[in-house]
């Protein structure tokens, strides 16, 4: 499985684009993309995932360059309550979800 | 609330005390799977179920651990003689796979103390 490398903290305001990398440069050509966020004493809940190019759903977009050796978490507009832990894991398809949790990124949105 | 469900969420034993967490996923999802955290780190693999086999444990994981998951339901992971260093929050999570990506669902966890 491919790891994953993100960045330990990010600070922003309330209404601003949060814009979180990950790098994992040994992905394989069946290896999708994956986003958790996970808030003090719950579980990771699940964001976004893709393979390619972009994806958005009402939450997140997430953006895949061609080479695919990194993907984009975007949350548009961020309110306090986006403050949390975000994780990227690259899970391989038609297999076992051994998804592979990194330390995550840390955002920390004030007003 | 239809979704994973654990239970206790919190958990004070004594060291080499036994303890036993349980875990309802998703109805009709038919993976599962247990995790742990520490604080300031991600969840780590321990092990997971496609339906009521047991599929794949962690090279890490002691002994000492013992997961179930009769008639590929509820789960129970058991941890015998516990040790300070089992100290952690305990994450059951679940998903619905056919082939293709995996969306894992998970449940609040069972934070465990061990004194």
């Known amino acids: 499985l491919a790891k994953t490398t993100q960045p330990i903290s990010m600070d922003s305001y309330e209404g601003q684009e949060v814009n979180i990398t990950c790098s994992h440069n040994?992905?394989?050509?069946?290896?999708?993309i994956t986003w958790y966020q996970q808030f003090p004493s719950q579980g990771p809940r699940f964001i976004i995932q893709?393979?390619?190019t972009k994806v958005t759903n009402e939450v997140a977009s997430l953006f895949i360059p061609a080479d695919r050796k990194s993907s984009t978490l975007s949350l548009p507009r961020v309110s306090l309550s986006d403050t949390a832990v975000y994780y990227c894991?690259?899970?391989?398809?038609?297999?076992?979800?051994?998804?592979?949790f990194g330390a995550g990124t840390q955002v920390v949105v004030t007003p | 609330d239809t979704g994973v469900s654990q239970n206790p969420r919190h958990k004070i034993t004594k060291r080499g005390q036994n303890v036993t967490f349980r875990c309802d996923p998703i109805?009709?999802?038919?993976?599962l799977y247990w995790y742990r955290q520490t604080l300031g780190q991600g969840p780590e693999f321990l092990t997971y179920f496609q339906n009521e086999a047991q599929l794949e444990k962690s090279r890490l994981l002691s002994d000492r651990f013992s997961a179930e998951r009769p008639k590929g339901s509820f789960s129970t992971l058991e941890i015998q003689r516990t040790e300070q260093g089992d100290s952690a929050m305990y994450l059951c999570?679940?998903?619905?796979?056919?082939?293709?990506?995996?969306?894992?669902?998970f449940g609040s966890g069972t934070q465990l103390s061990v004194l």
């Open positions: 999570a679940s998903s619905l796979f056919a082939g293709g990506d995996e969306k894992l669902f």
């Open positions: 040994n992905i394989a050509t069946n290896d999708y």
């Open positions: 894991l690259v899970g391989e398809t038609d297999s076992w979800g051994k998804l592979q």
């Open positions: 109805s009709e999802h038919n993976r």
């Open positions: 893709g393979y390619k």
